[in-house]
């Protein structure tokens, strides 16, 4: 006889052979896209005011020898409340009693005035960079004194301007009851072991550091003349020591900088320059120091030692107090005042010239530590307790703007999207525990819809009527009847009554309860409770006896 011939299957039952029916997999693989949409949705939410980390940054999320993140965990240890700012100035900004900034050679305190015609409308200017020897015979330090450049350094009109953002932001609108504001000193590249540490610190450009402290004098912007020559007029009649660009269709101000900086360095030769390969002309050295107060510094009432710093970094300026100074008069930590009888700043301001005594760096030494918490302590407001420190990292360049996916993100209405997120969670399991894998098809055929309503109506009328519990005997007859039919006994041929042949039965086979005892205690009934006990059993002796022949 010939074999029927193979059926090929075709590439979808295959797939299916292997895979199974989709009715068993598929609720799993919804509940897994459904979870992971809820964990992407509560990553973005916790996530976008998240405090990042970065490498070679001179900021408290900076983990190099050039940040502040050290700092950031010697203030959280002595019980201060440190907060991380991102945000630029608005309604949900947090204040506190100290606020820090500290500045990175990127240009973030700086922007740029897009003007028309640069020989009409803006003042020329020029940059001059000046070097001096310093009085220590093993020293020599760099003096800058550099102005605002008006040259169209782009090439399509626009020049480089203090930011007024920012300058209002430490003149007049500060975060904290007393700003800190930390020079640039340091540019590094990634370690390759380590993308958060830095290689090759070199120092940056003393022009860089000057232009970048142009926004701790007022900025000033006023709407520009609609007639060109009165604009050209008024930048023209600009005070001595400032400068006035036009900037669209207003008219910027802001002083010229005349800081004067100067480092602990020696000029390198020729020879040293070529094995370097970094571009440096100077060497930073390395001294210890010790700096005295001044007599606008009698908050500090010992001298500050702070151990070796190299290169050491000192500003001037005719903005700046010197409060801290030197054995040759450097000074390192500078009140900032706003000359010409203008309006002082909102809150005191002070100027850390070299960032070693605050950066990671001092947690390489004790004596470091020390100086840099006295110094914290000094210019902070008086308080009993630890006070509140806000480091703002706006002013390097990763700031946040206010939407609403931030306001949602931060309390009070942060409630909003975590109780979607919880109703979206309840909704789902609610789902899936109703709908849920298929169910198997019944083996007998279901009962009518008319019949499941006769049953329920009946059920319903004898609990209302109480007579629940007189069903007993008669759910007794049912069972010894089904087990009397399964056996092959017709009812009203055998001499013996129905009940008595039940009896005989449950002896033969030695169930554990008496029928005859279970019908009595089934008449006997008082309580639903008790009807259930009673129909278990019946059940039960029914099983024993079925059981047995099969």
């Not at 000046?130 to 800058?144: F, P, Q, R, T």
């Not at 003149?171 to 930390?182: A, H, I, T, Y």
């Not at 207003?250 to 020729?270: G, I, N, W």
């Not at 903005?319 to 100074?325: E, Q, T, V, Y």
Request: glycine share 8%; charged share 20%; with cysteine.
């Amino acid at each position: 006889m010939a074999k029927p011939a193979a059926v090929k299957k075709t590439l979808g039952q295959h797939i299916g052979a292997r895979i199974g029916k989709a009715s068993g997999w598929l609720p799993a693989v919804a509940a897994f896209l459904c979870l992971c949409l809820f964990a992407a949705a509560a990553i973005t939410l916790f996530d976008v005011n998240s405090v990042p980390k970065t490498g070679q940054k001179a900021n408290a999320t900076g983990l190099s020898a050039q940040g502040t993140a050290g700092l950031r965990r010697l203030l959280e240890a002595r019980g201060h409340e440190v907060i991380v700012n991102r945000m630029e100035d608005g309604p949900l900004i947090e204040h506190g009693d100290l606020e820090i900034i500290t500045l990175d050679d990127d240009g973030g305190t700086l922007t740029y005035a897009y003007h028309f015609d640069s020989d009409d409308t803006s003042s020329a200017s020029s940059a001059s960079v000046s070097s001096a020897d310093a009085a220590s015979e093993s020293a020599a330090s760099a003096s800058v004194s550099a102005s605002g450049d008006t040259d169209d350094e782009t090439g399509n009109g626009a020049t480089q301007i203090p930011d007024p953002r920012r300058s209002k932001h430490v003149l007049r609108q500060p975060l904290g009851k007393v700003v800190l504001v930390v020079a640039p000193k340091w540019n590094a590249g990634p370690d390759p072991r380590n993308r958060y540490w830095d290689r090759g610190p070199t120092l940056v450009a003393a022009a860089n550091v000057v232009d970048s402290l142009g926004f701790l004098s007022p900025v000033s912007e006023v709407p520009a003349p609609k007639d060109d020559k009165q604009a050209v007029a008024r930048i023209k009649a600009s005070p001595p020591g400032t400068q006035t660009v036009r900037n669209g269709d207003s008219l910027v101000t802001f002083d010229l900088a005349s800081y004067v900086l100067k480092r602990d360095t020696r000029a390198l030769s020729a020879a040293e320059m070529e094995a370097a390969a970094n571009g440096q002309k100077d060497l930073p050295l390395k001294h210890l120091w010790t700096f005295k107060p001044t007599a606008e510094g009698s908050a500090f009432a010992v001298p500050v030692s702070v151990g070796a710093i190299t290169g050491l970094q000192s500003i001037t300026g005719p903005n700046l107090k010197p409060l801290l100074i030197g054995p040759n008069g450097e000074a390192v930590l500078s009140r900032v005042i706003v000359t010409r009888g203008r309006a002082q700043p909102k809150a005191p301001i002070y100027l850390l010239s070299d960032p070693d005594l605050l950066n990671n760096q001092t947690l390489a030494d004790p004596q470091k530590v020390v100086a840099a918490l006295n110094l914290i302590d000094t210019i902070s407001p008086p308080a009993e307790k630890p006070g509140r420190v806000v480091f703002n990292l706006t002013f390097n360049g990763i700031s946040t703007d206010h939407d609403l996916l931030h306001a949602l993100s931060r309390p009070p209405f942060i409630a909003v999207p975590l109780c979607l997120l919880i109703a979206g969670l309840g909704l789902m399991w609610a789902a899936f525990s109703r709908f849920g894998p298929a169910r198997e098809a019944p083996v007998e055929p279901p009962l009518g819809r008319g019949v499941k309503i006769l049953a329920d109506n009946a059920a319903r009328l004898m609990a209302i009527t109480l007579k629940e519990v007189r069903l007993g005997p008669a759910y007794a007859d049912l069972v010894r009847d089904q087990v009397l039919k399964d056996k092959g006994y017709r009812l009203g041929v055998n001499a013996e009554s129905p009940d008595d042949l039940a009896e005989r039965l449950g002896q033969a086979q030695k169930t554990t309860d008496s029928f005859i005892d279970l019908k009595a205690r089934a008449a006997k009934v008082m309580t639903v409770h008790q009807l259930i006990d009673i129909t278990l059993k019946l059940h039960a002796w029914k099983t024993e006896i079925q059981r047995a022949h099969t």
